[in-house]
Every structure is written in C-alpha cells, then in structure tokens.
C-alpha cells in the first residue's frame, strides 16, 4: 500500500512539475499580435477598440482556411458578450453585414474613379455593446478558401460543422473572451447557418470537447426556416399590405387550400400568377421603397421562371451614408422557397453579363484594394482574384430540412432566441417568421405590444415562453441597413436579456 501511494504522491509531484513547466512554456494567453490590424486604409481617424483579422485553418489536409474580422468591444470587452456574424446567400460574404449593416463604418464612396471609399465610424455599430467576429462561411466565399477545390460542394450539415471547427479553434487563439457569452447571429439564409451552427456548438458542450463554449443563444433576421411556412408566407403578406384585392385573396384562399406555394390545381396556379403579376414591379427587398433601375436587361437563367424583375432592386435606407443602390445575391426566387437540395445561389440564378450597373461598388472597389487585403491581413488576388458580395464559387445543398426542430431543441434547452424581420421584406416575409414562432407552441409571457426605440415606436413583439421572441421591425430584408439606431436597441435588449 505505502508503495503505491508513494508512487502516486511521486506521479502527482511528477504532473505539478510538468505543468508549471507547460505553463512557463505557453505564452501570455492573449490575441495573437499577428492579427491585429494596425491601421485601415480609407480610416484616419483611431479606432475606438481593437480589430483582428486573419485565417483559421479548419482543414490541414486540404488547405481550408475561414476569414474572420473581430472587432472587440467599444463599452467593456472583458465582460460583453462576443457574438458571431453570418450573412447568408448562400455564397455571400460577411462583408455585407460589415459594410452596409453593423459594421464600424459608415463607407462614403470615393469621389475619384478607383479612389479609396473614406470611412467614417458608425454610430450605431453593433460593436458599442459587444464584440463581434464576422465569418466568411463556408469556404468559396468572400475571402474564405480551400487548396482543394471539392470543398466548394458544400451544404448546411458541412458548413455547421466547419463553423465549429473554426469556432473552437478561434476560441484557442482568443482564450481571454471564452468566458464571455457567447451568442451567434445571421440573416436570410443564415436562418438556416445560425441554428443548425448552434445545435453543434451545444452537441460539443455536451460531449465535452474543449475548449467548452460559453453559449447563451442566437438571433436570426429574416431567415430562411422551413419550407411550408416560408412558402406560405407571401399570399397572406401581400394581401395584408394591400398588394391584392380581397377578390383574388378570397378566390385562392378557396382554390388553393391554404397551399400558396405548390398549387395543386391549374385554377389555383393561374391565381398565384395573378399574385405574381401583381407584385412584379415592386422592390422585394422593401415594397415601400422605390425601384432604381430598368427592368429590361435583366435576363434570368433557366433555373426559375418565376423571378419577378424588380429582384435585385433595392430602396432607400436612413443610414446617414447611403452608398447602395441595389442589393444582389441573397435570394432564390419568389414561391420557390428554399427545399431540399440545390440551392441556386445568386449568380447562377442570373445571366451575369446582362445585369448592367456595377454593384456594391463601395464594398468591392474596398475589399479588392491590395493595400487593404494586406492590411486585413486577407490573401492577395493570386489566391483570391476577386472579393465578390456573392459568389458562385460553391454549390451549395440545402440537406438540413426544416429548421422548427433546432428552434425547439435549442429554445427548450434555455438558450435564449431572438427571431426579428424587417416587415416590408417580401423576401422572407414577416408572416412566415410570426408564424413559426406562433407554431412552435410555448405559451405567450409577453403579449403582443409596440416596442419603441428613440421614443417612437419601432415595430411588435411577442414573447414566449422558453426565452423565444419574435419581434419586427418597420423596415426591408436587412433590419440594420435601414434601421440601423432600433437595430442597435433591438441588439443590446436582447443581449442583455431585457424584454425589447
Ligand atoms: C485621410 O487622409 C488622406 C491623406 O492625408 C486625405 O486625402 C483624406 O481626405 C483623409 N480622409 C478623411 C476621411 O479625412
Ligand atoms: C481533394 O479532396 C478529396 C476529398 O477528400 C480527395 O479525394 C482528393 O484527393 C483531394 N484532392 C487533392 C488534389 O488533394
Ligand atoms: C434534438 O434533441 C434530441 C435530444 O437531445 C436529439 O436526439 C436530436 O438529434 C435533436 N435534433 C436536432 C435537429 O437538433
Ligand atoms: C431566460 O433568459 C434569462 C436571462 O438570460 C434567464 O435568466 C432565464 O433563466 C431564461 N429562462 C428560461 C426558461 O430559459
């Protein structure tokens, strides 16, 4: 006996030893110097926190690198929650969040032909009350890559667990905000990125794998969920926002049987078209704002018949520095919500060569800048030829079905939930959102109400139990871009736990 624990006790000595020598050997736990951006081109000003930027490698074999931008805290970065940002697409690039959304800056486009955008800070970043890492996902997009190009088959279930690989290995080079909360937030498409990412995020703290995130739930806007909600979505919404008669509502209601999406009957499908030619020349990213450009020279591939003209138009937005005219590629077309299998991303829906103006000029002409990449520490344009907003880089499958299950899995587990739309979408309409929500069954705590930002009312929530809240916004598909001051309310209420 005494034999054995002498060697314990030895063995113990033995480990101690071993770990202060461990320990000297680790550096100072902190952000890797190598990632800080140390000055901005098109910035002068000084920031008002940090930022890093940088590859995590997910996948040495094949040279899958991810790029992230973090930017800490401007309040407290020590205890604010950290939260990821994903853009959607799929194929789009977290750049969009960035320039036109919540990012630091407001952009001014430049004044001379190839000049530098000038940027200024954002008063309503969402960097005020948090830090926020925006990921390029998956590989193909933005500036994210692979050496091996069968990563560009990709789909939900691939793309959720790369995110977590990345997210764990971030996590490593950052370990000072692990016990920070940690929330993970997206649009459009990322309806279907943020819960199938979170579902893995709590499958590895269950399993214990380390480094243990510290998840407290996720937000999503505008999101793609599930076929028959989604699809579903749009008669009702053009009917409330007075887009149809009540005629035509009444007639499809009958011959449709609620199915607004698959007509099961030609007399139903000669209905949704007078719908569809109802709604054509509206903006489908807000039907308040007018559309910029001709129809005419947009010509659509084969993959839809349905797409109505005014697709890739876009509105006005209140940010102080409006430098977008048209918004493009983060959609699939009207009535085909998204189903299982391939989803066309945006430039393989449309003929590339027959849409006329450039587009998202400040974010490309910025992010293509070789002085810029460098600074950003992203790959030069012999590795990446050229940052696109969208990509089609990637084929991408939709393989993780409705999303309602992860919404309950996850709501039901305690981490909180925050499903917000922008009510003037036509993309991703609110109704489908409201119903969802509705669907899933908790019990309402929080009955429908204004809420109000800046003194005036912004939009309607209602909360249910389980910490699920759905809540809209009077504004288009990208909540922030239009509304960026009760997007910023929105974000710190719910970060903070507070009812909006
Ligand atoms: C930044 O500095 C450059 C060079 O001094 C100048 O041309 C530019 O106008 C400045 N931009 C801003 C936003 O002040
Ligand atoms: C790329 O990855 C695939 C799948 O893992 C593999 O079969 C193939 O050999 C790889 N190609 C190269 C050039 O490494
Ligand atoms: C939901 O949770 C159950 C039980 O933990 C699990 O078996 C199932 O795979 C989960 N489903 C999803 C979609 O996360
Ligand atoms: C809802 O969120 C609050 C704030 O994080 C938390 O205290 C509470 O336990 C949560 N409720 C449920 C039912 O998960």
Known sequence: MARTSLIVSSQRVLYSLLSLLLLSLVPTQSAPEAALITQIPG??????????SGYVTIDESHGRNLFYYFIESERKPSEDPVVLWLNGGPGCSSFDGFVYEHGPF????????????????NPYSWSKVSSILYLDSPAGVG?????????YITGDLKTASDSHTFLLKWFELYPEFLSNPFFISGESYAGVYVPTLASEVVKGIDAAVQPKLNFKGYLVGNGVTDEDMDGNALVPFAHGMG?????????????CNGNYYKPNSDT????????????????IYDILEPCYHGTDSLKISTVTSNLPPSFRKLGETERPLAVRKRMFGRAW??????????????????????VPCTDDEVATSWLNNAALRKAIHAE???VIPSWELCTDNIRFYHDAGSMIKYHKNLTSRGYRALIYSGDHDMLVPFTGSEAWTRSVGYKVVDEWRPWTSNGQIAGYTQGYENNLTFSNHKAGHTVPEYKPQEALDMYSRFLAGQPQ
């Open 43 to 52: 910035f002068n000003g000084t920031l008002p926190s940090k930022h890093y």
């Open 106 to 121: 407001n952009f001014e486009a430049a004044k001379t032909e190839g000049g530098l955008p000038q940027l200024h800070l």
């Open 143 to 151: 500036f994210s890559y692979s050496k091996n190009k069968s990563d």
């Open 243 to 255: 887009l149809i008669s009540d005629d035509l509502f009444e007639e499809i209601t009958e011959e």
């Open 268 to 283: 139903c499908e000669n209905k949704l078209a007078k719908v569809d030619q109802a709604i054509n020349g509206l903006n």
């Open 333 to 354: 077309p009207l009535r085909a919500p998204v189903r299982d299998g391939l989803v066309p991303t945006w430039p393989q829906l449309m003929n590339s060569e027959s």
């Open 380 to 382: 030069d344009d012999s």
